[in-house]
């Protein structure tokens, strides 16, 4: 994912750091991020930083290279929101018209029926609309109730739709807030925050294993969820973008820096050397060395195939990036690159 998304879904440590709820990956996404992952830019990851991830709740703009930007770098803790997460395209008119890529499970959205895949044709009153003029039709102060039309696979309806705070949506899915408003996993430090959000940037794209969305070239492959970030200094390899998937849930974070894979230090390797230390052709069980913040944490987990966790994350690959899975063939043209 980009940087983007880093910044929105904590860096999806997801990504998704500051995204934008209702919107919005990790981020990352997509998040990112969605979304850094500030679903973070979603620091890739971080939703969709992360998320993923954490984009349960946001509104997102879905980034031409396959990455998601939030549409704002503000907090939405304390705001509230329905718990859906809309994506589109900037100005995208009405052939390329937002629509719900998830719902949180038992949020507001999912309450009245909202489904993923639903397009967005009206707030309100206001019709017409695109990803940018939805947000903050979503996003409000108060826990106020919405007419919302859509139109799914049984045509046009209209739900009135309430709102819940954001926080709530996050804390259950095991977020919580960090310096400036980012978003992180439940257990991290006051260090491990400060520190991840110290990060401006991430390496280009080819210092990065895994590059495509967080994903690998090759959808056959098993691995561990996440990109890696390959720094010339100090060298060193560290935890990227990361989606739903095998690393995440045995407590991999964005940012942890690599020590050893299955006993074999990834130090100074190239970026082909990378690729083959971190995945492979079967499920086997990968061990993970990292340094976070001086102290050494040790994870086993099974790595997974790279389509599977695509399916886990709603995502697919399409033209050579990574996209929302629920995006009907008729759209699919929104997501081109121009």
């Known amino acids: 994912m980009g940087m983007g998304m880093r910044k929105s879904l904590h860096r999806m440590y997801t990504v998704v750091s500051k995204l934008s709820e209702d919107s919005s990956p990790e981020s990352p996404a997509c998040c990112r991020v969605l ?79 909202i489904e993923p895949g639903d397009v967005l044709l009206s707030i309100d009153g206001h019709r017409n609309i695109d990803i940018g003029q939805a947000l903050p039709l979503l996003r409000t102060t108060e826990a106020k109730t919405s007419s919302v039309e859509l139109e799914g696979e049984k045509g046009s309806y209209t739900v009135e739709v309430g709102r819940i705070k954001a926080s709530e949506i996050f804390v259950k899915q095991g ?101 083959k230390l971190f995945s492979g052709n ?11 913040d001086g102290v050494l944490k040790t994870f086993n987990f099974p790595l997974e195939k790279a389509e599977d966790i695509a399916a886990e994350n709603h995502k697919r690959r399409y033209e050579g990036k990574m996209v929302p899975a629920i995006i009907p063939d008729k759209y699919l043209h929104c997501w081109k690159t121009q």
Request: proline residues 7%; contains cysteine; aromatic residues 10%.
């Open 175 to 275: 977020l919580k807030q960090g310096p400036e408003g980012s978003l992180f996993p439940s257990d991290a430090t006051d260090l491990e925050m400060q520190r991840v959000s110290k990060i401006q940037s991430e390496p280009p794209r080819d210092k990065k294993v895994f590059n495509v969305g967080h994903y690998p070239d090759d959808m056959d492959l098993y691995y561990p969820g996440f990109e890696l970030f390959v720094w010339d200094a100090p060298n060193s390899i560290m935890v990227g973008g990361i989606e739903v998937g095998p690393a995440k849930k045995a407590g991999i974070h964005y940012g942890d820096s690599v020590v050893s894979v299955n006993g074999v230090s990834p130090s100074r390797k190239s970026i082909a050397e990378l690729e």
């Open 35 to 113: 979304g850094k992952f500030k679903w973070p830019t979603l620091r890739e990851h971080f939703f969709w930083k992360n998320l993923l991830v954490g984009l349960a709740a946001l509104l997102i703009v879905w980034n031409l290279n396959g990455t998601q930007k939030a549409l704002a770098q503000t907090s939405n803790w304390d705001q509230y929101v329905t718990g859906m997460t809309v994506i589109g395209r900037p100005n995208g008119g009405r052939s390329c018209p937002p629509m719900v890529w998830t719902v949180a499970a038992d949020s507001p959205a999912a309450k009245v029926g």
């Open 282 to 292: 079967s499920s086997i069980t990968m061990k993970l060395v990292v340094d976070r």
